[in-house]
T-cell receptor, first 112, second 114 residues
């Protein structure tokens, strides 16, 4: 099964609302990264949070990490139509060579 | 600073042909990862290379798939005798180091096997 699993699988909101996506993982990690993928395109790196960090901000993005629950959340505030995309969390297992393990993603739709 | 480059962006092959996918990492990056994405799925790791070395190929199918990252030139993912099930988007990513560093992705190569 996937190391990272996002929840919900799909999310539809109105412009201006906040969007929250969650990610759970199974093993110990070095860090957790969030990526965005627009339909049919490559992945864009959004934010990396290390295993010894609990919260990180970047612009309208806020990421939290709870290693005791093996979970992370991505919050996008004041969403825009341009935020419509799939969002993936990816982890690097502790002791691994650095390959990312992705979940299946959350498909976010922001309606204008 | 150019990002990760992949070519071709789209590749159509008939069953039994060979597919060669190329990836040029970002300037200054010496670590390359290849991932495969099936429709409506997340990315699955295939192989991790440094210059002239395969570090981890635990995600590579045992048959028909190979990868290299020569001293000069791009990294190549080679699929011999393609089958319909190989149809997918193949992404490469590069980073400055192993483990804790951000990986930056290319736009992908979409392989269609007819």
């Amino acid at each position: 099964s996937q190391q990272g699993e996002e929840d919900p699988q799909a999310l539809s909101i109105q412009e201006g609302e906040n969007a929250t996506m969650n990610c759970s993982y199974k093993t110990s990690i070095n860090n957790l990264q969030w990526y965005r993928q627009n339909s049919g395109r490559g992945l864009v790196h959004l934010i990396l949070i290390r295993s010894n960090e609990r919260e990180k901000h970047s612009g309208r993005l806020r990421v939290t990490l709870d290693t005791s629950k093996k979970s992370s959340s991505l919050l996008i505030t004041a969403s825009r139509a341009a935020d419509t995309a799939s969002y993936f969390c990816a982890t690097i297992r502790g002791g691994s060579q650095g390959n990312l393990i992705f979940g299946k993603g959350t498909k976010l739709s922001v309606k204008p | 600073n150019a990002g990760v480059m992949q070519n071709p962006r789209h590749l159509v092959r008939r069953r039994g042909q060979e597919a060669r996918l190329r990836c040029s990492p970002m300037k200054g990056h010496s670590h390359v990862y290849w991932y495969r994405q099936l429709p409506e799925e997340g990315l699955k790791f295939m192989v991790y290379l440094q210059k002239e070395n395969i570090i981890d190929e635990s995600g590579m199918p045992k048959e028909r798939f190979s990868a290299e990252f020569p001293k000069e030139g791009p990294s190549i993912l080679r699929i011999q005798q393609v089958v319909r099930g190989d149809s997918a988007a193949y992404f490469c990513a590069s980073s400055t180091g192993q483990g804790i560093y951000e990986q930056y992705f290319g736009p992908g190569t979409r392989l269609t096997v007819t």
